[in-house]
């Protein structure tokens, strides 16, 4: 199977800890997304990448989160000094470029609990 | 702004019967829209997107959707129900504008439960 890989797919921990979670896009999508899903609600976007250059942030996307994308494919998302509000499913998506209707394909999430 | 309404929390619906999900929407210029399902535990799977043509798109799964300009919406249709089926739901919505955002607007999400 060649989707959208995401390690994590649980991650456990303490308030004020830092955690990161990496995206692996299928291999030819240029187009890279994070999105947060938290219970009953659908999934709301956090950041956008173009091959390597991060092209759209959410105002959800606090100072204390961080995403990268290095070399224009896997990309990583950080939480510094996590919060319980943090808890959620982190979710990754990623398209083909070139036309702004290609779909975007999901990975399985990391499910993020903070204690 | 875009938005998406998804108006019903849960959808019941007998096998074999034929299912209806619904989906309005609101946005600035044409909209791009797509239904996606999830499964517990699971990303979402992209099951049909409207795009511009034919009012009825067909997809994945025997899944279609009907796409209404003047009622803004774009419901999600199946002749006949399958057990299998029962999952979670989301309506998408992209803009379609100048400098437009390449982020989807997701609606609340339906439960849709197949009883046998």
């Known amino acids: 199977d060649t989707g959208v890989s995401q390690n994590p797919r649980h991650k456990i921990t303490k308030r004020g800890q830092n955690v990161t979670f990496r995206c692996d896009p299928i291999?030819?999508?240029?187009?890279l997304y994070w999105y947060r899903q938290t219970l009953g609600q659908g999934p709301e976007f956090l950041t956008y990448f173009q091959n390597e250059a991060q092209l759209e942030k959410s105002r959800l996307l606090s100072d204390r989160f961080s995403a990268e994308r290095p070399k224009g494919s896997f990309s990583t998302l950080e939480i510094q000094r996590t919060e319980q509000g943090d808890s959620a499913m982190y979710l990754c998506?990623?398209?083909?470029?070139?036309?702004?209707?290609?779909?975007?394909?999901f990975g399985d999430g990391t499910r993020l609990s903070i204690l | 702004a875009q938005s998406v309404a998804q108006p019903e929390d849960q959808v019941n619906v007998a096998e074999g019967n034929p299912l209806t999900v619904k989906c309005t929407y609101s946005?600035?210029?044409?909209?791009?829209l797509f239904w996606y399902v999830q499964y517990p535990n699971r990303g979402l799977q992209f099951l049909l997107k409207?795009?511009?043509?034919?009012?009825l798109v067909k997809g994945s799964y025997g899944f279609e959707a009907e796409f209404n300009k003047s009622q803004t919406s774009f419901h999600l249709k199946k002749p006949s129900a399958l057990v299998s089926d029962s999952a979670l739901y989301f309506c998408a919505v992209r803009g379609v504008y100048g400098g437009a955002t390449n982020k989807l607007i997701f609606g609340t999400g339906t439960l849709l439960a197949v009883q046998p």
């Open positions: 998506a990623s398209s083909l470029g070139g036309q702004n209707n290609q779909p975007q394909h």
């Open positions: 291999s030819e999508h240029n187009r």
């Open positions: 409207y795009i511009t043509g034919d009012n």
């Open positions: 946005v600035s210029g044409n909209p791009y």
